[in-house]
T-cell receptor, first 115, second 111 residues
Framework: QKEVEQNSGPLSVPEGAIASLNCTYSDRGSQSFFWYRQYSGKSPELIMFIYSNGDKEDGRFTAQLNKASQYVSLLIRDSQPSDSATYLCAVEGMNSGAGSYQLTFGKGTKLSVIP | DAGVTQSPTHLIKTRGQQVTLRCSPKSGHDTVSWYQQALGQGPQFIFQYYEEEERQRGNFPDRFSGHQFPNYSSELNVNALLLGDSALYLC??????????FGDGTRLSIL
């Protein structure tokens, strides 16, 4: 059973601070890692993906991956009230028999940015 | 450039009924995946379609079935609806092995 674990929160940070969201996964064969943002009542929106160990930066967002520790994180710099949402970590592993990928999601971490 | 579109937006059914949900992928995408998201949970993978075939299936009963058409659009069918089937049903499209993008979802309520 592939599992993805996230702290459900809520995580509260003041406006302008760095928000740090963490995720661990159980399947060592996992190859691709994604962060989705989901506003209340809306669908998930892809904000970052990372395939290789290390850091990947896109604007105020940085994704970090450590495959040895089976750990992936998302940093949000200069947090804004509009960043308040649930952040879903998703892990994709190859099912060689089916020749396709399957996304396994964590339950999400609720982030609240306080003005 | 239209994104992933799903219909209907909301649906109310009673136990035992059958339902069909529809999805049109983002232009250029050939792979469609379906997910079920219960309140307060992350999305759970139902199945994935590519080249009109079911390629991968999650831990869902046979009451859940699907189809992909030659234009890459897809349908999710659920038979013999149970109260526990109440959820947000999400369709995601992608090019094969590329990041998946979600539609706005169909909120299904079972009475």
């Amino acid at each position: 059973q592939k599992e993805v674990e996230q702290n459900s929160g809520p995580l509260s940070v003041p406006e302008g601070a760095i928000a740090s969201l963490n995720c661990t996964y159980s399947d060592r064969g996992s190859q691709s890692f994604f962060w989705y943002r989901q506003y209340s009542g809306k669908s998930p929106e892809l904000i970052m993906f990372i395939y290789s160990n290390g850091d990947k930066e896109d604007g105020r967002f940085t994704a970090q991956l450590n495959k040895a520790s089976q750990y992936v994180s998302l940093l949000i710099r200069d947090s804004q009230p509009s960043d308040s949402a649930t952040y879903l970590c998703a892990v994709e592993g190859m099912n060689s028999g089916a020749g396709s990928y399957q996304l396994t999601f964590g339950k999400g971490t609720k982030l609240s940015v306080i003005p | 450039d239209a994104g992933v579109t799903q219909s209907p937006t909301h649906l109310i059914k009673t136990r035992g009924q059958q339902v069909t949900l529809r999805c049109s992928p983002k232009s250029g995408h050939d792979t469609v995946s379906w997910y079920q998201q219960a309140l307060g949970q992350g999305p759970q993978f139902i199945f994935q379609y590519y080249e009109e075939e079911e390629r991968q299936r999650g831990n869902f009963p046979d009451r859940f079935s699907g189809h992909q058409f030659p234009n890459y659009s897809s349908e999710l069918n659920v038979n013999a609806l149970l109260l526990g089937d109440s959820a947000l049903y999400l369709c995601a499209s992608s090019l094969r092995y590329q990041p998946q993008h979600f539609g706005d979802g169909t909120r299904l309520s079972i009475l």
